[in-house]
């Protein structure tokens, strides 16, 4: 099987997206920018004006993840400022800005990310900030809980775990009821989300690098966790191994795990010669649970996404996109991928940044042979 890439759209912002969440009912696209909270409106044809994105909110400073709690008519969000938003969905056709209805200090660092339960009960946010621990450099362990889970609806803290910081990735399962984080040196971590019981903890080295020369420190860790469709295995993201923590040329890599298993055990993971260099951002299932993407940035290769056969493992498609990926999210039916990024981050011009942010879409097919 092999699924071929068209890029369909390619809209700017002005400022990069770290997050993206997409509402198809109303054919509108929030997204979770370095200057606040945007919509877009993207018709169906794709042949007439641009579509304009309009800020519709902020946070006092980049905004790292969106959701849509559509049991509420809400729009959630963290931010690096340490907070949780909530905002209504259902202003007067007047209002420019959403109102907001929540505000709540959640940690005292940054959120790094963000997540919300598919039956829209649950709020998973990470934290924490890399502090050397030792003179090996090992991390700071954090004095406040790095793992947070909260009630959507309430915003109220339900359950508050420890990780090593950074924790810089969080993913809830399809069935709300697992959590996963995973962080700066490999950790990776599941809960039971009604109890926030653990049910596993391990490390994997494949993705944190010492730096040798240039920077001693540690870098790279895991930046996108994912459960697998039945909510048996767990995938991990990042950028591979390397010697100068400032070249970025680490191997794009995903692995994968049983963590059910006692040991946890590593069943897959991709394959050398089939990626390139770059740290890998984002990791996402489509609906029908058959092919999965990996995308992130390129330093080296022949792509920044990837499409993987769910089964095997196996490369089946790629696009090399000009632009770091920072979300990938899938349509209802499968046809539809959606980007979101920035590309670079020119001088300002007359006290102004040039537009830098990014939204692409792109259709998945399959060559009919």
Known sequence: MSIELTRTRRIQFPMGILDIAVEEDSGSVFTACMDGIYRCEIPVETDGPKPKPIRIGSHASYVSSIAIRKSSKSLITAAYDGTLHVRSMDPSPSQTELPLSLEKKIHPFWSWDMAMSPDEKWVASVTGQYLAGSEKYEPLPSEEPTVRVFDAATGETVHAMHMLPSVQCVAIDASSRFVAAGNLMGDLAVWELTTGKELARWRTPAFSSWGVIKSHCYIGGIYAVSFSPDSETLYAAGMGEMVDPMAGNGKQRWQKFAWRANPVEKVAESKDDQTGEGLMETLAWNPQGHLFVMAGRLRG???????????????????????????????????????????????PKDGKFPDFGYLETYALKQPVT
Do not use: C, H
């Open 301 to 347: 290769g022949n792509w920044n996404l990837g499409v993987f056969d769910g089964k095997s493992g196996e490369l089946i498609g790629q696009a090399k996109t000009g632009m770091r990926i920072t979300q990938a999210r899938f349509s209802r039916d499968g046809a539809t991928l959606y980007l979101a990024g920035m590309q670079g981050q020119p001088q």
